[in-house]
């Protein structure tokens, strides 16, 4: 009918407007979704490898006190402190992601 129809041009600017909109949005929110995220994360496993490592070490202790085997105690001991290594390095990565 005509070659000039009002309807497409207004939509196609609109859906271009909308995608460069998207766009902006999803680089300021994303990244202030994401690191408060990554922080938790870091928490989360923290706090378990924590409570893992106080379990490795009221066994130990109780394993000590019964005289059970130097076997178990020694392997307990190097349970008990990997753990709790990596439960504070957690931590503080966790941290570090939230001062950054």
Do not use: N
């Not at 497409?8 to 766009?23: C, D, F, K, N, Y």
């Not at 409570?51 to 066994?59: K, T």
């Amino acid at each position: 009918m005509c070659g000039f129809c009002y309807d497409e041009i207004v939509w196609q600017r609109q859906a271009g407007q909308a995608v460069r909109h998207s766009r902006t949005f999803a680089k300021h929110v994303v990244p202030a979704i994401v690191k408060p995220m990554h922080s938790l994360w870091h928490e989360v496993i923290g706090f378990i490898f924590c409570c893992l490592a106080v379990f490795f070490g009221a066994r130990t202790l109780r394993s000590w006190q019964r005289g059970d085997s130097a076997f178990m105690m020694i392997g307990g001991v190097i349970c008990f402190v990997i753990l709790l290594g990596y439960g504070i390095s957690s931590f503080l990565r966790a941290r570090k992601i939230s001062r950054s």
